[in-house]
């Protein structure tokens, strides 16, 4: 483990030494990806439609300070563009517009030599034709003037719009932006969120479902991108074993795997990180990290995944902060680790998650019945009759990554190339009815998984995950062992 850990540092070392002088790094997804991605949806689109895609908004944190800013994981699929306040139009048959014909028309934020001397500079028009290789592209304003007729198509598809887009003082926002297109497609703004089928032409559900079939299946230069950003949250992972000691704050060790991240270069966290010692590891997503203190002898639940490019891992280790499990700790952490493996053992193309999901339940009810912590498995015995789930496994055990941590893709069998997560847990909160020994245990174990045809790939095992590797690990010497920093409170 050691050795190949520290290969696998070397390697990203030399990687990090070979890029200093460039701005950015050169393994995006390039544009033939994204062309590619848009000519897969153009062939499993109906006849006569177009599928309409709009970027995030721009989401407000307080007065003048915004949310950084996030792609819509769609909108990026298709056309590698990280800017808000744009649309992009992807036609099944040939359109004409002054004399040119194209299948796909792109519009984007206009340039601004103000904002764009705060903000950094923007693509425009040129950057779209030229960097992302649309067709067509033009700047938001010209929205208004596009002159197409929508009720020519059988099916103008997309998604039902969620009312948390800002209306701004810039021209052609993607308020703007929707407002004209609701005009342009006739939407009657009272259309319910529900998916019923709408009287005209305007189908607000199949075009989730043609995401689903291509998103869920990853390509080659995916896989690249899933590799790379679950590598770094296994090392993240790997470092706080060795580095983590009662004492420390949940903040901190949040820290510790974060600093990885960014030193590996990934860009943001995939979702946020989840650091929860003791009971709060019992709360399944626990996000304040604010423990100032975690106590020798508790057991610390992280989950936490690097996203790198826009993938994102989606990696969990719960480790006993003093290096040692309790034998308490260590039944119920075996106990998922068993249910893991047995999920694993069926791991391929044609299982289905159900089939993943029972796997685990199986294991884990079971082993709780042995343990005396249900007293069978008769669902009365193991329903919590408050939330209607199983009372110390309430939550599924698998699910896509990609773009998105609970990615898109379709949820029956399994496919060669589809990556998703194996993510069995047992949480037994303070005051549960069982003995108190109990209490106070939270364990989840999540990797992520290649689907082959014949198996899986585990591609998160940078990280020890039984309970032996892991406590022999933590008695490794940590590189944060040195970081000191002075008293900054005064006398
Ligand atoms: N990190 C959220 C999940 O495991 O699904
Ligand atoms: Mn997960
Ligand atoms: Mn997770």
Known sequence: MCIRNLIIILLFSACVFSIQGQDKLDDYLNSDFHKDRRQLLRDIMPNNSVAVFFSNPVRNRANDVDYLYHQDPNFYYLTGHKEPHSVLLIFKELQLLDGKKYNEIIFVRQHDALKELYNGTRLGKEGAEDQLKIQMAFEGPDFTNYNINFSKFEKVLFYQFIGDVRQTSEEADLYDLIDQFKTKVNYQNDL????????????????????????????????????KAINISTMGQVEVMKAIKPGMSETEIQGLHEYIFKKYQAEYEGYPSIVGAGHNGCVLHYIDNYKPKIEDGELILMDLGAEYHGYTADVTRTIPVNGKFTPEQKAIYDLVYQAQEAAMQICKAGTTFSDLYEATAKVVNQGLV????????????????????????????????????????TYTELEENMVITIEPGIYIPHD????????????????????????????????????????????????????????????
């Open 192 to 227: 319910s969120l529900d998916l019923e089928p709408k009287p005209n032409n305007i189908d607000l559900t199949t075009l989730d479902k043609l995401m689903d079939r291509m998103r869920g299946i990853k390509t080659d230069e995916e896989i690249v991108l899933l590799r």
């Open 370 to 409: 042995e343990l005396g912590i249900y007293k069978s498995t008769n669902k009365k015995d193991m329903i919590n009759p408050e939330t209607g789930r199983n009372r110390y496994y309430p939550h599924g055990c698998c699910h896509h990554i990609g773009l998105d941590v609970h990615d898109k893709g």
């Open 432 to 491: 549960s009815p069982t003995d108190p020994k109990w209490w106070d245990i939270p364990v989840r174990i999540e990797d992520d998984y290649l689907i082959k045809d014949d198996g899986c790939e585990l591609l998160s095992d940078l990280a020890p995950r039984s309970s032996d590797e892991i406590e022999k690990l933590m008695k490794e010497p940590s590189v944060f062992d040195q970081v000191m920093l002075p008293n900054i409170d005064k006398e």
